[in-house]
């Protein structure tokens, strides 16, 4: 969601001298032009009032630069040298060579500069580096505590703003009209996949947030505020206030997949997991097993072999929350158009994993791991056979 453009800078200003505005340039490798910032609100307090110049020693392509619009208008987020974050004392190349045994990386505790703000355009633009060249004048203007405070009082409401339009939650009609409906029972597929599709973007906001406040002393708070998560605040006042008994456990955390369902960790006992299993889901889950095999170190995401575990990794999660004890007894039957949006989903997922299959295929060079690949890509087929087969059984009932 956020346009990450950190690797792309080649150097910039941020000029907060006067105060409530603040301005800046920024040059971005493969631009001809520098991005304009022109954002309503202040800097953190170590560079409000100031000028900070700022130079990245190498700058690189990426396609968020060069996709940005020029004219930057908006409101600030939060713009700091002084961001604490913890910095990997060693290269993404020497992770990524044969060398690295994999032992957990090193970092160190190093203050990063943070270049946040929200375009009325482009939305959240982040610029995040611990490298950079830095140069601060001296300051036209001073900020108090109380006034930090409520600068990054509106910095958490600008970001609640924002992920607020990227979740689009659709709000309940508690109108009289609405109330004398009678109330549908079961959605169907398509109206299944638009919850699918809100729930998506629900997650997709909330990894977001935790990237950018999980090392925050209060990050409770602030996670909560800025997902627009105000019970859950309110819980917490009442948690403070000696107001739950069980405080130890109210916000342990219920996080589930998007789909809303438990995947199988929730089960103390494998066997018991495999017992209620569909034979669909099995098979799905035996062949992403399979293929982890396939992946070499130092493979990146993009990569054919990473791809193609990612995807069927995928089906089979899915798969595990929606046919999971179907047809036990155990009082658990999702409706059918919720299954069905999800083997939509599945089908699309087995696609991706035919077609990162294909490309290892063509840059097999032994021909028992050609034929692997061949066996395995024909399982793929197999098991998209069985989930259109199961769609099909579902839109006869």
């Given amino acids: 969601m956020a346009w990450r453009v950190e690797e792309a800078v080649e150097h910039g200003l941020i000029d907060n001298t006067v105060e409530g ?7 971005l490798a493969g631009r001809d032009e520098p991005l304009i910032l022109s954002l309503d609100g202040d800097c953190w307090r170590d560079l409000a009032g100031t000028i900070l110049e700022f130079e990245n020693p190498d700058p690189r392509l990426c396609p968020d630069a060069v996709a940005l619009d020029t004219e930057q208008t908006g409101v600030v987020g939060d713009i700091t040298a002084s961001r604490k974050a913890r910095v990997p004392e060693i ?3 020497e992770m990524a060579s044969p060398e690295w045994d994999g032992r957990d990386i090193p970092f160190q ?3 990063v500069l943070y270049l946040e703000w929200f375009s009325e355009i482009n939305g959240r633009v982040l610029i995040e580096a611990a490298g950079y060249q830095l140069k601060v004048s001296g300051s036209e203007w001073t900020m108090d505590e109380d006034q930090e405070e409520a600068q990054k009082l509106a910095n958490l409401s600008a970001m609640r703003d924002f992920l607020a339009q990227v979740i689009r939650r659709e709000e309940p009609d508690d109108s009289p009209a609405s109330a004398s409906v009678t109330t549908k029972v079961e959605l169907d597929e398509y109206e299944w996949e638009e919850r699918l599709k809100e729930s998506d973007r629900l997650t997709e906001a909330y990894q977001e ?12 708070r602030k996670e909560a505020f800025v997902m627009g998560w105000d019970g859950l605040l309110g819980a917490m006042a009442e948690r403070d206030e000696g107001g739950s008994e069980d405080s130890d456990d109210d916000f342990s955390g219920d996080w589930r997949d998007s789909d809303g369902f438990d995947d199988e960790d929730d089960y103390d006992d494998e066997e018991d997991w ?24 130092g493979d990146d995401a993009d990569s054919p072999a990473q791809r193609l575990v990612s995807s069927l990794t995928q089906v089979s999660a899915k798969l595990a929350g929606v046919l999971h004890g179907h047809g036990h007894g155990d009082g658990y039957e999702p409706e059918a158009g919720f299954v069905l949006a999800v083997l939509k989903r599945c089908l699309n997922w087995i696609n991706d994993a035919v077609g990162a299959c ?3 295929i063509v840059v097999a060079d032994d021909p028992d791991g050609k034929a692997t690949l061949e066996n395995i890509r024909a399982e793929i087929f197999a098991i998209r056979d069985g989930i259109t087969e199961l769609r099909r059984e579902l839109k006869r009932s």
């Fill in 274 to 297: 495999l017992a209620d299993s569909h034979p669909l889901q099995t098979r799905a889950r035996e062949l992403a097993t399979r293929c982890f095999d396939l992946i070499s170190r």
């Fill in 91 to 93: 290269s993404e190349e």
């Fill in 109 to 111: 505790w190093s203050n």
């Fill in 209 to 220: 947030v935790l990237e950018k406040y999980i090392d925050d002393e209060d990050s409770e």
């Fill in 358 to 360: 294909g490309e290892l």
């Fill in 21 to 27: 505005h603040t301005t800046g340039k920024i040059w």
